[in-house]
């Protein structure tokens, strides 16, 4: 682009992160802090445009907004992308690997820029391209005429057996409304006679 729009771009990003849509999103779920999240990446050098890591032909990586084990250019980028979107973040060094860079792939000082695919948050996977579910503990989608069960309780997330239902069900009972609400209505009615005894 011209000089101007190089200016521009950089004045933009001077406080730390900037977002940019690709493609797709739900544009209505988010990541936000405290968040189980799968996200595909490809990170490249602003400078040259040199890739220096992608997770595109492995499992996507997996992380915890907001906490601290990514760069900042993450976990505050990340949660202005949606389910199922595709986005550009672009970081000036403070959001990423600062003065000491991060050796040999990035050198010091460097602005980076991650084109990232948020697959799915708190196990709720985006569609596959036929409407396929994705397995909330191991990521894999269904092939064919295959038909993952869901959630028993809230639906909103699958499973591609039972044995990954139970390893889940740790993570997913906090965020499960359906399971909470029962949870607190059976716990009022069991001490409802208990305080009326103590009154």
Not at 3 to 8: G, L, P, S, T
Not at 115 to 126: F, K, L
Not at 170 to 178: G, V
Request: net charge neutral; hydrophobic share 30%.
């Amino acid at each position: 682009g011209s000089k101007a729009a190089r200016h521009e771009r950089r004045a933009h990003c001077i406080m730390g992160v900037e977002y940019e849509n690709i493609e797709g999103g739900d544009g209505k779920t988010y990541p936000h802090v405290g968040d189980h999240v799968r996200v595909h990446y490809t990170g490249k050098l602003v400078d040259n445009g040199k890739v220096f890591d992608t997770s595109f032909g492995r499992e996507p990586f997996e992380l915890v907004v907001g906490r601290g084990s990514v760069i900042k250019c993450w976990d505050e980028g990340l949660q202005k992308v949606s389910l199922g979107e595709k986005a550009l973040l672009t970081c000036t060094p403070d959001y990423g690997y600062g003065k000491r860079g991060a050796p040999p792939a990035i050198p010091p000082n460097a602005s980076l820029c991650f084109e990232v695919e948020v697959v799915a948050i708190n196990g709720v996977h985006a569609p596959g391209e036929e409407g396929e579910h994705g397995c909330a503990e191991c990521g894999r989608y269904e092939v064919g005429a295959e038909k993952f069960k869901g959630c028993g309780k809230c639906r909103r997330v699958a499973y591609c057996s039972r044995e990954h239902q139970v390893a889940h069900w740790r993570k997913h009972k906090h965020l499960c409304k359906k399971w909470e609400a029962e949870r607190v209505a059976a716990t009022t009615a069991a001490d409802g006679p208990a305080q009326a005894e103590g009154e």
